[in-house]
């Protein structure tokens, strides 16, 4: 079934559910920017928030689009139920008590019906997203501490392990870029293409690609610390963020003890 009829059925399922305050489109339908690929996700407001009765009427709006091939009913986040049906589309939705809808803005939704006029009651725009000083120190330390695992990848023998670590590494990478682009809105994971410049796939892209042999290894690991430690260096600087100077100089220096490998950049 088509995305706009999908929407149309699980709208009109739930229109007169007396449960059930308004209904929106979020994400990519929310905010105008999907495409043939895009999930469908649904903010619900009811005043008691996810209970079992809404819940249930959920689940029965989404079976009129087709045959309910997965269904993860408040698993992962109390208030979040995902379904993906026979023809694999995906739809996703939030449950929230009117209260909790107040921290959502206008232009990431899209009304379907709203019978308090919740929406209306929104700001207009969201605050450009930017990650809190504490989380920013946080990620930078997670890279290091990955990067200095090496010693055991590689003293174990471990390189299937040392590629997963590479993995992470590239992972902290990506996220840093986009915080460095502070795109307004960054969509779902899947949306990474209009995150990133040119210039940032350009340098991921031409990084090296794993493989499970010990100076494969060690390499790899090293080009991603070239290319994300003076980016994050950067950043941290500019957003106020003290540098974990002690950890990364501890990092190194057991690197270089195990495997005589230098700093790969400049202070």
């Avoid at 919740?118 to 920013?136: T, Y």
């Amino acid at each position: 079934m088509k995305s706009k009829r999908v929407i149309e059925t699980i709208s009109n399922a739930l229109r007169d559910h007396s449960a059930v305050r308004g209904l929106f489109l979020s994400g990519s339908f929310g905010n105008g920017r999907a495409d043939a690929f895009s999930d469908i996700d649904f903010v619900l407001v009811s005043e008691n928030g996810p209970t079992d009765e809404v819940a249930g009427a959920w689940k029965a709006a989404v079976a009129r689009t087709g045959d309910i091939v997965m269904w993860w009913d408040r698993s992962a986040r109390p208030a979040l139920i995902n379904a993906i049906t026979a023809d694999w589309t995906r739809t996703d939705v939030i449950i929230l008590k009117p209260e909790q809808f107040a921290a959502h803005n206008q232009a990431s939704l899209r009304p379907l019906f709203d019978h308090d006029g919740l929406f209306d009651q929104l700001p207009k725009e969201q605050p450009q997203p930017q990650a809190l000083p504490a989380r920013l120190f946080r990620q930078i330390e997670e890279f290091i501490r990955i990067l200095g695992l090496l010693h055991l990848a590689a003293g174990r023998e471990e390189y299937i392990n040392g590629v997963a670590g590479i993995f992470h590494l590239r992972t902290k990478l990506i996220d840093l870029m986009v915080e460095e682009t502070a795109a307004p809105d960054r969509g779902g994971a899947l949306h990474l293409n209009r995150l990133l410049t040119e210039e940032q796939k350009a340098l991921i892209t031409a990084l090296p690609s794993p493989l499970a042999e010990r100076e494969a290894m060690i390499a790899t690991h090293l080009e991603y610390a070239k290319a994300y430690l003076p980016r994050a260096r950067k950043l941290a600087k500019q957003r106020g963020v003290e540098w974990p100077e002690r950890f990364e100089a501890a990092t190194w220096d057991k690197l270089h003890e195990a495997l005589g490998v230098e700093r790969p950049y400049e202070l």
